[in-house]
């Protein structure tokens, strides 16, 4: 059964690091823990129409040990994928309303 788009692509991550690489084209997003990188740039390129995917690297995030009192437990671990657009590649509008 192939993923939809959407299902791959979770959230955009914005943070003041992501927002430095908008500069040069990449864009951070959460991604599906069972996606790989093939997938994740098809994804952007059906959910961002106009947009070429470059390259993609992927990063596994670990959960955090957190704790409330006596209890101990680790937030969920994650997926990262930086998404590298091509230069002559479209930018995405939703990131640059950020800025």
Do not use: C
């Not at 927002?19 to 069972?34: C, E, L, P, R, S």
């Not at 596994?60 to 937030?75: A, L």
């Amino acid at each position: 059964m192939k993923a939809d788009a959407r299902d791959i692509i979770l959230k955009p991550i914005i943070t003041e690091e992501s927002m430095m690489g908008i500069m040069m084209k990449k864009y951070t997003f959460k991604v599906a823990k069972n996606a790989n990188k093939i997938e994740i740039a098809k994804a952007v390129e059906e959910v961002f129409p106009g947009t070429k995917v470059a390259k993609v690297n992927t990063i596994n995030v670990r959960g955090h040990k957190r704790r409330q009192g006596m209890n101990e437990g680790y937030t969920p671990s994650w997926k990262k994928a930086i998404v590298t657009l091509a230069e002559d590649s479209k930018d995405i509008e939703f990131f640059n309303d950020m800025m």
